[in-house]
């Protein structure tokens, strides 16, 4: 009786997992560059029936001695990097990635982090930065560094290889170059909120050699409603097949008891 408990709670725990990770993609699916979460489940340990004193028949020929699951759990939560729609905002300092890879920007500490999201705009200082003052990063040419660099919308132009060019008095001027970082492994990116990624724990970071960057787009969100949607009815009826479990594990329980009473 405690093993059916136990099954239907470790099922019910599992699936709210996977409908949490469902709701996070679905609050998620207008943010730019963000990439769907998946949950995968797992067995937990399983046992033989034919031990002493379990009551059961010899095995009569079968060619395995039967045997029973302890639950289900769900496994880490691991990020589906497809690429996602490019969307045309004309914008000249907003930058999508296609392929691999995201940008690596400096916080205010001096931390790095990577992203993304390719909505940036120029700060007074003539920089590019995103939309909570992180500076991007930029390998810069001899003669300009972020300080110096003096960028506007109007004079700042992007080629698909990330080098960065500055428009002035007829002159068009190569001042640096966006490198697109990535890090190995699906879980070697780890999201810390506010679309940013930091690298895990021991993770080999490397820069990506064939993305290409396209000015005046942005990436959208890889998720797709439709499957969203229907994950999470087939989620839905999965967490409560497993109440249902619990349910009537308790009212056998309670019948047992019933009939003990009198």
């Known amino acids: ?5 136990w099954n239907s709670k470790s099922g ?16 998620n699916v207008g943010t730019d560059g963000y ?3 998946n949950v995968n489940f797992k067995s937990l ?11 059961i028949t010899e095995n009569g020929g079968r060619a395995q001695d039967p045997y029973t699951g302890t639950g289900v759990r769900s496994d880490v939560w691991t990020r589906e990097n497809t690429q996602g729609p490019l969307i045309d905002t004309k914008k000249h300092t907003d930058l999508a990635i296609e392929g691999e890879g995201y940008y690596r920007v400096v916080r205010g500490d001096g931390s790095e982090a990577y992203t993304r999201s390719g909505a940036f705009i120029v700060d ?32 700042l132009t992007v080629d698909k290889n990330g080098n960065i060019f500055k428009n002035e008095n007829n002159t068009t001027v190569q001042v640096g170059r966006i490198p697109v970082f990535n890090a190995f492994g699906s879980n070697g990116m780890m999201p810390v909120g506010e679309s940013l990624y930091e690298t895990s724990e021991g993770a080999n970071l490397y820069e990506v050699q064939d993305s290409l960057i396209h000015q005046g787009f942005l990436e959208g969100s890889n998720v797709d409603m439709g ?9 839905q009826r999965a967490f409560e097949l497993s ?20």
């Open 227 to 235: 499957k969203e949607f229907t994950d999470m009815i087939l989620t």
């Open 35 to 37: 990439k769907r979460v």
């Open 45 to 55: 340990m399983s046992e033989t029936l034919n031990r002493q004193g379990y009551p």
């Open 243 to 262: 109440s249902r479990g619990l349910r009537t594990a308790d009212d056998m329980w309670g019948m047992v008891n019933n009939l003990r009473g009198r």
């Open 124 to 155: 007074e200082a003539g920089r590019l930065v995103d939309s909570r003052g992180n500076l991007l990063y930029v390998e810069y040419n001899d003669g300009f560094n972020s300080n110096n660099v003096n960028l506007s919308e109007n004079n």
């Open 12 to 27: 019910m725990v599992a699936n709210q997992d996977k409908l949490d990770s469902i709701s996070n993609n679905l609050a």
């Open 1 to 5: 009786m405690l093993r059916i408990l």
